[in-house]
């Protein structure tokens, strides 16, 4: 099914603007990683972990808007695709709870740090990172194309960011929070990592 067929199926033919508009942002030029594919692997893995979120369709709508907005060289990506999906979504039907937990669940992606019985934002940051416990082919192309993405950065200062990040990350007492995306990921998602940081010393 098409990116934004996938849209309209689940917020209704009378928002195909706004899909269309999203689908056209992950198309962006300077997106090497945050692409379209990257949605639609998200989305895949939101359905695949939808048995865990009280409201799977507000974390699919999430997951639309969680790299909505993507410039490399800022920090704020996720406060700004927040804001997007708030101002977005105000025009259509949607119940302003909705709305809201949608705009949450989008600033979760920054830190990646849902709390315990937050089902619905678990799914979501596990759908995020899942790339974390691919193979490691496809981990390699992954950090290729963050790489690309940063290609602005010089390697010096790039090499020791990407570190903090993984350190950052491998300290994390646990990377998946639900047992399904745990299970499958967790374990490799550490050995790519511990990978990637060798090589960035190397």
Do not use: K
């Not at 989008?106 to 019985?117: D, W």
Request: with cysteine; proline share 5%.
């Amino acid at each position: 099914m098409e990116l934004v067929d996938r849209w309209v199926a689940l917020a209704g033919p009378h928002t195909r603007h706004i899909g269309a508009e999203l689908d056209q942002r992950y198309g962006e030029p300077h997106r090497r990683y945050h692409t379209r594919a990257h949605l639609a692997a998200v989305l895949d893995l939101v359905d695949e972990l939808a048995g865990h979120a009280e409201d799977p369709d507000a974390v699919r709508l999430a997951a639309w808007f969680h790299d909505a907005v993507y410039d490399p060289e800022r920090a704020d990506n996720e406060e700004r695709s927040a804001r997007l999906a708030a101002r977005m979504l105000a025009d259509t039907d949607l119940p302003e709870p909705v709305v809201a937990q949608v705009v949450r669940l989008v600033e979760l992606t920054a830190a990646h740090a849902p709390e315990e019985g937050d089902r619905d934002g678990q799914v979501l940051c596990d759908a995020d990172l899942a790339v974390l416990g691919a193979e490691p082919e496809e981990y390699a192309a992954y950090a290729a194309a963050v790489r690309e993405e940063y290609a602005f950065v010089p390697d010096e200062f790039f090499r020791a960011g990407r570190a903090e990040v993984l350190n950052g990350l491998l300290a994390l007492p646990r990377l998946f929070h639900t047992p399904a995306a745990r299970e499958r990921f967790e374990e490799r998602a550490r050995n790519n990592m511990r990978t990637e940081l060798l090589l960035l010393n190397a």
